[in-house]
């Protein structure tokens, strides 16, 4: 199979690359750099100027129009998105920064932290997107169960809470003190 490359397919591609571009900080001329998250236009007249552009053009693209006005600045809400998920950014970055997160409120159990006493019990979402419960009082209160937590008492040490464990043989409760873990009927 022979085939003649086409070169004007490369030639296209450096051209967009090569735009006549001035530093709008200092008037120099914009060069071309790479950095470990991507290439990047930068001034010429470095260490003196420090303007940089980003060029990679993944982080923000808009998945919808949301109607709604920005708190900050009245401009449009859009939902984007970004190299770490989906999220709420103001059509008029940027000069507006406003940004939210489109993902629900964190739940309440209404159960009272057996740790501190004083916070509640709140379903949260680890980075890695597991769900776990913590108090609402952290950091002041640490306190912290990866499975359910569920009304009780253990019966074994007196741990005011109890843990729902999804098994092969059902669902059981365990005691959610870390140094007991004693299972209740």
Known sequence: MTGKINDQLFSAHEHALEQEQSCPQCGAELVIRNSK???????????????????????????KYLGKPCPDCGDELLLRQGRYGMFIGCAGYPDCQHIESPEKKAEDTKLTCPQCGKGHLMERKSRYGKLFYA??????????VNNKPVAGQCQACGFGLLIEKKLASGVKYQCADRKCHAYQD
């Not at 260490?47 to 993944?58: R, V």
């Not at 108090?135 to 912290?144: E, I, M, N, S, V």
């Open 135 to 144: 108090c609402d009082q952290y950091p002041g209160c640490r306190f912290a």
């Open 37 to 63: 998250r991507g290439p990047f236009l930068g001034c010429s007249g470095y260490p003196e100027c420090d303007y940089i552009k980003s060029l990679n053009h993944n982080d923000g693209h808009v998945v």
